[in-house]
C-alpha cells in the first residue's frame, strides 16, 4: 500500500473519489450512471476511477465499476490497529 | 460523510505526514527526534505536525507528540460501513429479510401466532 500514484490513502484524500466509493459500495454501477449520480463529467470520472483502480480500491470491467472489498477490508485493518495503538499511547485521553 | 472523518483522511492521504503519524502512533515523539527520523526539513514536521494536530489524529503534551483516540473510531466505522455494504451488505440484508418475511407470512397463513412466526424466521 505505499508506490506513489498506488497508495489507497491518496486515494481516499480526495473527497470526490470518497463519493465515489461511498456510491459504488453500494453497488456496481456503469461509468456513465456513476458519472451523473456524482454529478462529475465522464472524462473526470474516469480519472478519478483510474486513481482508485490502481490504488486496488475498485475494479473497472466493461464500463461498470464496482468496489474491492478485500482492499476496504485492509483499511479498516489499519485503522482498527490505529485505534489501539493510540488508546495503549493514551489511556486517558 | 463526517466533517472529522474527511478530515483525517485528508490528513493521512499525504505519505510523508502518514508516515509521521506511524511514527508517533508506534511511539510518543518529539518533533526533534521525528526530523532526525524523517527525509524531511524540521520545518516541513512542523507543518506536517500542525496538520496532524488538526484533524484530532495527533495531540501534544508538554512538547511530546502522541496519538489520540478523537477521530479514529470514526474512521474506523466509516470504512466497517462500506466495508460491510461493499461486502456482505445489500445482497446479504436483502436475502436475510426476504426468507424471514416469507416464513413469517408462511406462519400467518397457516395461524401460528406472532411468537411462533418469529420462531420460524429465527431458524430460516
Redesign the interface.
Known sequence: M?A?GH?P??A????RR?QI??V????PSDVGELARRCALTRPLTAHHLGVMQRAGLVRVRLRCAS?R?EQ??A??RY??D??T???I??PN? | ?NEAV?AA??A????TR?DIFERI??R?SRILFLADNVAVSRPAVSHHVRVLKEAGLV?E?QGLL?????V??A??VY?????F???V??GWMRERFAVSRRMHWRGAEIGLPAEGRAKLSRSA
Open positions: 505505499s506513489a497508495d490513502f491518496q481516499l484524500a480526495d473527497p470518497r466509493l461511498e459504488l459500495a453500494a453497488g468496489v472489498p476496504l477490508e483499511l479498516r485503522f482498527d490505529a485505534l495503538a493510540a488508546a499511547a493514551s485521553a | 460523510m474527511a483522511l485528508a493521512l492521504g499525504d505519505p502518514r502512533l508506534a510518543p495531540r503534551d502522541v496519538a489520540t483516540t478523537d479514529l473510531p474512521v474506523r470504512f466497517d460501513r462500506l466495508w455494504e461493499a461486502s451488505g445489500e
